[in-house]
């Protein structure tokens, strides 16, 4: 299901050269790298297959007949570090969400990959802002408990490989507390006996189906979690509910935990980075929108940053269908302090780092062919995606949107009406 | 007017004496302007908020009013000059969209004052009377460079109530923030929310109708014809006097619609209820100032032109309900291209902190489709049209002298995500300054809190 090249790339400048279709070169007046090679001026990534082969200055040795494009920068492809991107087609229209199950049965088992529909518009609405990873997390229903998250591309293809059960989605704070009782005390105890219930896996259930939290197919969901084997995504904001959630790492320290949201975790900034607990931040979230939030500023990303705790940054607050909004936030965590490179590796390196994406986030020799070349800064909001590139694939820059643009182009129904209009 | 405010021959003013009239405006504005010496501001790339652009340019603030735009101006004794090298100045943002203050944060259930869902048509309500000005919001807003702002009812109801304009100044009281002789304005909701709120609100209360856009239309229809005839019933009183009517609260705003004193803004996504909407207007005799969200006014671009009303729109939410389904990146630039008047607005706590990014985002994806319209012009979106929309274009939205010295100093240009709002003046006051995070302002309900505004 390859994209026709023609439309993805008719932006710029193409050598029709069909011999080398899977070979790129691609210049870049700024190259970000994501290494310690930096930021190149006038830079090169070299793509042969699936994979990069080669970053440097304009004078490196390229292969002969390769495809040629030039922007004005170039960056591994983005990654949306929390998304419901491909579970929602429509948030309102409850057959087309996918992200949360409210009268399931069934809590830690449930696997979001079930649901990822690669036809879902807006994975291409996000791939064409330079999105080429997407984090699934699934929201929570009637338990605190979301279930398995996934990480998927965003080709829209068929037989888009998917990462499976890539973390637990967890939700304490006053979601948490909500949804099991009332009171962060049940939501602890109900995660904590989930906790022993998955670590226990399949002891306890050789007599008994159900656990003290968990039915038995939710306990063997959450024994690797429980065992350490898989990253626990929990979303949390308030300080003294990170600071609870550190409690627990401490108590049991093969807990591998990353928070979403966050808001108030500057203020335990230095106790995160010496767990080595990164955070999932919305730079957008500054107001004290409620009371585990009092503290929320927009300058969170950037003290993290000079704490030293690790972040991705991502549309926390809207995050199916706009899930592209990352960049201009993390422009607007520039403006608010931080700075460039970090917020760039908070949209790449970081976030590959964290959900243990070997090999992309990026451009290095050797790494996936994951590259976005950009008509600008990628985190200007004036700024576009020229190619996309998926695994050494380019892109579709198309979207129903940008269909439906065409459509309305000119509102000139003299001949016919508009429905027979098909640009 | 529904009652006597005319005449002005004595025997007329004799009858009119006998007559029962009502205080149209009962719960007035108490605002007026912070003192502030003058302000030059040299040396700026300016944008005067209608289209035009002065490079190395200068503006006067004086006495809370704009005094003079140009070049090479001379600073008044006392004044204090400002050097804009490098930076731009415009007017301040208006977003004739927010619901701050009648949804606040924190986003508590006790607070949650924007929707009297009560019945499908609450034309009796007043947004100020939901308003809690201690809305952190407000603050936030203001280092975004907003100035002024609709606070609007929610979207639940056909008809929901009256929106207030407000200076985006902190204040114990919303009548210490309501902008000084304003119109009134009247939202109205079309589509989806209100018939789920009704028809099928899971059984919870009202229930009953609108079960359907056809429900919709026919409870529009019904409010005006009621409207209607208390509004003959008025003037003919105020012809012929006798019994004055009964007075009915609900229909004196509807009335107040029909007598062309009260602005509507309506909630609207659907080119086809737009279309609709706009005939139904035709037929009770008044306007549509705004359409608001407006995500498919890019269909009807040349109908809403000829019609006259604006779209209030964001550059690029879409999808979380169908009638949202068919949103696209350049919606603005399309409605601006056919001469139809384009308002960024944001109906968001966030949104609003940022309108001048939401502008640029849309202002670019117009260019990359060869809708190229000057920085100047696009900046048009954000003062004199939403201005316009409100009956306040008289007095703010641009730089012309003799107006409220409503002026925003960004770092740079607007249309970058690095911009901040350096300065923000409120009729010539200083209320912003971003290098003086201690002069920040701090609402009641932040004093004592871990956060004490975005940047303790």
């Known amino acids: 299901m390859r994209k026709s090249l023609a439309t993805a790339l008719a932006a710029f400048t193409w050598l029709t050269t069909p011999a080398l279709a899977d070979t790129y070169v691609i210049r870049g007046e700024s190259v970000w790298t994501g290494t310690s090679q930096g930021t190149i001026k006038n830079g090169v990534v070299v793509i042969e297959d699936d994979r990069i082969t080669a970053v440097g200055g304009a004078s490196m040795a390229v292969p002969d007949g390769a495809s040629e494009i030039s922007a004005k920068w170039v960056t591994p492809g983005l990654i949306s570090a929390y998304s419901q991107t491909g579970l929602v087609e429509v948030g309102a229209e409850d057959p087309t969400n996918d992200a949360l199950a409210a009268a399931s049965v069934y809590s830690i088992s449930l696997n979001a990959a079930d649901g990822f529909n690669p036809d879902s518009t807006a994975i291409d609405v996000t791939r064409i802002e330079g999105f080429t990873r997407l984090v699934v997390a699934p929201q929570t229903g009637n338990t605190m408990f979301g279930g398995q998250g996934f990480i998927a591309d965003t080709s829209g293809d068929l037989d888009t490989p998917l990462t499976e059960k890539a973390f637990t989605f967890i939700a304490l704070g ?55 084997q898989q990253l626990i995504m929990v979303q949390a904001h308030r300080a003294s509910d990170l600071n609870a959630v550190m409690d627990l790492a401490e108590e049991q320290p093969n807990l591998k935990f990353v928070i979403v949201g966050g808001d108030e975790a500057w203020r335990v900034a230095p106790r995160l980075a010496k767990l080595d607990i990164p955070v ?102 004036t700024s576009s995606p020229v190619a996309v590139i998926i695994d050494g694939e380019a892109q579709s820059l198309q979207s129903r949107q940008t269909r439906l643009r065409d459509r309305y182009l000119n509102l000139d129904e003299s001949e016919r009406p508009m429905a027979y209009h098909k640009p | 007017m529904l009652s006597a405010c005319g005449g002005g021959k004595d025997e007329a003013a004799e009858k009119k ?61 006392g004044a204090m000059t400002i050097d804009a090298s490098g930076r731009w100045v415009t007017p301040g943002i208006i977003d004739n969209h927010s619901h701050l203050g009648v949804y ?52 639940a109801n056909l008809i929901g109530g009256r929106g207030v304009i407000v200076k985006n100044v902190p204040s114990r009281t919303v009548q ?127 109908k809403l032109a000829e019609y006259g009303a604006c779209s209030s729109m964001w550059a690029d939410w879409w999808g979380f309900k169908m009638e949202a389904y068919d949103g696209i990146r350049e919606n603005i630039p399309l409605v601006h291209k056919a001469g139809a008047c384009a308002i960024v607005h944001s109906d968001s706590d966030v949104g609003i902190q940022r309108l001048n990014q939401e502008a640029a985002k849309a202002w670019s994806d117009g260019r990359k489709i060869g809708i190229d319209i000057p920085e100047e012009e696009a900046w048009t979106w954000l003062s004199i049209n939403p201005a316009k929309s409100l009956g306040i274009d008289d007095r703010t939205g641009s730089l ?43 609402t009641d309900f932040e004093i004592g809190q871990p956060g004490e505004g975005d940047r303790k």
């Open chain 2, 176 to 302: 210490g923030m309501k902008f000084p002789n304003a119109p009134y304005t009247l939202k109205m909701a079309c589509g989806e929310n209100p018939k789920r709120v009704y028809g099928y609100g899971g059984g919870r209360f009202p229930g009953g109708a609108p079960y359907s856009r056809m429900g919709n239309m026919a409870g529009y229809r019904s409010a005006w014809i009621r409207a209607t005839e208390y509004k003959r019933k008025w003037d003919k009183y105020e012809k012929e006097g006798g019994e004055p009517p009964a007075r009915d609260l609900e229909l004196d705003t509807l009335a107040g619609v029909l007598n062309g004193d009260i602005l509507v803004h309506m909630h609207c996504y659907r080119a086809d209820e737009m279309a609709q909407i706009m005939d139904m207007s035709k037929e009770f005799g008044y306007k549509v100032a705004s359409f608001h969200h407006a995500v498919e006014s890019y269909k009807i671009a040349d």
């Open chain 2, 400 to 442: 012309k002298p003799g107006k409220m010295a409503d002026v925003v100093i960004w770092s740079g240009d607007p249309f970058s995500v690095y911009t901040k709002a350096d300065q923000v003046f409120i009729d010539g006051a200083l209320m912003y300054d971003r290098s003086t995070p201690e002069s920040d302002p701090v």
């Open chain 1, 174 to 228: 006053e979601a948490g507390a909500g949804l099991t009782g009332g009171s962060r005390a049940s939501a602890m105890a109900t995660l904590k006996a989930a906790l022993d219930d998955g670590r226990t896996y399949p002891a306890r259930y050789i007599a008994n189906s159900e656990g003290d939290a968990l039915k038995r197919l939710d306990a063997q969901a959450f024994s690797p979690a429980a065992r350490g």
């Open chain 2, 104 to 155: 606040p944060s924190p986003g508590v259930s006790a607070h949650g004052d924007g929707n009297e869902i009560s019945a499908p048509v609450t034309a009796e309500v007043w947004s100020e009377h939901g308003v809690w000005p201690q809305d952190p919001g407000f603050t936030r807003a203001l280092a975004g460079g907003i100035t002024s702002l609709q606070i609007l009812p929610g979207s």
């Open chain 1, 280 to 381: 999932i931040v919305d730079a957008f979230s500054n107001l004290p929108s409620s009371f585990e939030r009092l503290a929320a500023t927009s300058e969170n990303a950037s003290r993290l940053a000079e704490t030293g705790v690790a972040f991705a940054i991502a549309n926390v607050g809207d995050s199916a269908q706009q899930a592209r909004l990352a960049s201009q936030i993390a422009g607007n965590a520039v403006a608010n302090g931080l700075d460039f490179d970090e917020a760039l590796a908070a949209l790449t390196v970081v976030p590959a780092e964290i959900f243990n994406m070997t090999g992309y986030g990026t451009l290095a020799p050797g790494a996936h062919a994951d590259v976005v070349a950009w008509d600008g800064d990628p985190l200007e909001v």
């Open chain 2, 17 to 77: 004496e006998a007559e029962i009239t009502f205080d149209k405006n009962p719960y007035p504005s108490t605002y007026s302007p912070y003192p502030n010496a003058p302000v030059l501001i040299t040396n700026a790339t300016i944008l005067d908020g209608e289209g035009a652009r002065i490079e190395n340019g200068s503006l006067l603030l004086e006495d809370g009013k704009i005094s003079a735009i140009g070049s090479d101006l001379e600073a008044p004794e």
